[in-house]
């Protein structure tokens, strides 16, 4: 037959545990947001330069067309 654990000692040991899960899985959930939001500035600021680089282009254009 097994040996069960005191209560007093159990309760806090299951506290610590599943606090230490729930921490995992809320922690990889962060991580995955961050992320997702690095990625989302770093796709805006490529898109930012590249709408940069399209209106000198067209200023540029507008520029020699009025010569």
Do not use: S
């Given at each position: 037959?097994?040996?069960?654990?005191?209560?007093?000692?159990?309760?806090?040991?299951?506290?610590?545990?599943?606090?230490a899960i729930n921490g995992v899985i809320y922690g990889g959930g962060w991580v995955l947001m961050?992320?997702?939001?690095?990625?989302?500035?770093?796709?805006?600021?490529?898109?930012?330069?590249?709408?940069?680089?399209?209106?000198?282009?067209?200023?540029?254009?507008?520029?020699?067309?009025?010569?």
């Open positions: 037959m097994t040996r069960q654990i005191p209560k007093p000692i159990a309760v806090p040991l299951g506290w610590v545990i599943f606090g961050q992320c997702d939001n690095a990625a989302d500035a770093w796709r805006w600021a490529r898109n930012e330069y590249h709408a940069r680089r399209v209106g000198a282009k067209a200023e540029q254009w507008l520029k020699d067309g009025a010569r």
